[in-house]
């Protein structure tokens, strides 16, 4: 028996006793919006991004999953309020632990498991600090191991401009801190510095900062379009894209809802299965529609600049209510739970409904 064996036959929740099912369901869900992503009509650049990206959460959810197992003296903490994921403290753990290692004295995985087996042959049972040990060990070990390891912030790519444009485009990723949230920015904007700019420069560090600071707390989108324009002087957003992954909706469990909660809460019981659940996935854009420049008291102040002027469809609800020039939403539903939302339940959602199997396949 492996060692992943080992530890999934002495799983807590194939015991019933915690997060019962809540991890294993994420993840499906997280697998079934990575293949719908890749046929979805978006950014050719996001599209690439969010592949890995889904990759890099699903692999901290299991990760987070695995430094808590058997621990008896800690659990994880869902944002019950609004993203129904682990709070950003367990992300931020991750980093931690990438940074200063396992614990000394911890046995190598080899050994721990010849511990555990030799303890449940002669007293049919291993303890759960055994157990925890062994998670742990192999946390640290799929954690250091890891391709690219999960950071609550990235600038993933910076791509200059293409021969006959002006604009340049950068891509980054963030865990939001206080929504929750894992997101995925896309942004298209042109640059009027002396300094040449480019991954390695000084101003791109201000950048990072900027962007870092200002899409925590998931600000609206003309909001964040306003303050980068602001913070950042030589560089002129013309067009930012945002894929929102979350929230999750679970009865009993969450608080958010825009109607689907009580969707998920009205399934029949033989459709409801051992969890209920439902992942909405954002797409937000805002466009530069043209530029004002500072007005005559500004520039006898010195304040010269230009500033962007955004588009907000104010004509749309959902946009207007996130100041955003397009908005679409998709509902990520289980099949069993798919089969009852009927056509006017659809409608009423105003989601896209993408519907999976147990393991994530699209159905």
Request: glycine fraction near 6%; aromatic fraction near 10%.
């Amino acid at each position: 028996m492996s060692i992943q064996e080992t530890l999934e036959e002495m799983h807590p929740l194939k015991q019933g006793r915690r997060y019962d099912g809540y991890f294993s369901c994420i993840r499906a869900a997280l697998a079934a919006y990575r293949m719908y992503g890749a046929q979805e009509d978006t950014l050719p650049m996001a599209k690439e991004m969010l592949q890995g990206y889904v990759d890099r959460v699903a692999h901290a959810l299991h990760l987070i999953e695995l430094r808590y197992l058997f621990d008896a003296s800690a659990t994880v903490d869902i944002d019950a309020q609004y993203s129904g994921f682990p709070g950003s403290y367990h992300f931020g753990v991750l980093e931690h632990d990438l940074e200063h290692g396992p614990h000394d004295g911890t046995l190598n995985q080899r050994d721990l498991r010849k511990v555990v087996l030799d303890t449940l042959f002669k007293q049919g049972a291993a303890s759960e600090h055994l157990l925890h040990d062994l998670a742990l060990r192999q946390y640290f070990d799929e954690l250091h191991g890891a391709a690219q390891p999960f950071l609550p912030f990235e600038v993933v790519r910076l791509q200059a401009p293409a021969e006959g444009s002006t604009e340049y485009v950068i891509a980054w990723i963030s865990f939001d801190g206080v929504k929750n949230l894992p997101c995925v920015y896309t942004m298209f904007f042109e640059y009027s510095g002396a300094e040449a700019f480019h991954r390695e420069s000084t101003y791109m560090r201000k950048v990072a900062k900027v962007l870092s600071e200002e899409t925590n707390a998931m600000p609206l989108m003309s909001d964040l379009a306003h303050t980068i324009d602001s913070a950042l002087i030589d560089i002129h957003p013309k067009y930012i894209h945002r894929i929102t992954i979350g929230p999750v909706f679970i009865p009993g469990l969450t608080c958010e809802n825009d109607g689907i909660l009580e969707l998920l809460e009205n399934q029949p019981e033989h459709h409801r299965g051992a969890f209920s659940f439902a992942m909405q996935i954002t797409h937000e854009d805002i466009q530069s529609s043209g530029q004002h420049e500072t007005g005559a008291v500004a520039k006898e102040l010195g304040i010269d600049r230009r500033f962007e002027v955004f588009q907000v469809n104010d004509l749309d609800e959902r946009c207007a209510e996130r100041k955003a020039t397009r908005v679409r939403q998709i509902l990520l539903v289980p099949h069993r739970i798919a089969q009852s939302i009927s056509s006017e339940d659809a409608k009423h959602l105003n989601h896209d409904i993408v519907t999976f199997d147990n393991n994530g396949g699209l159905l």
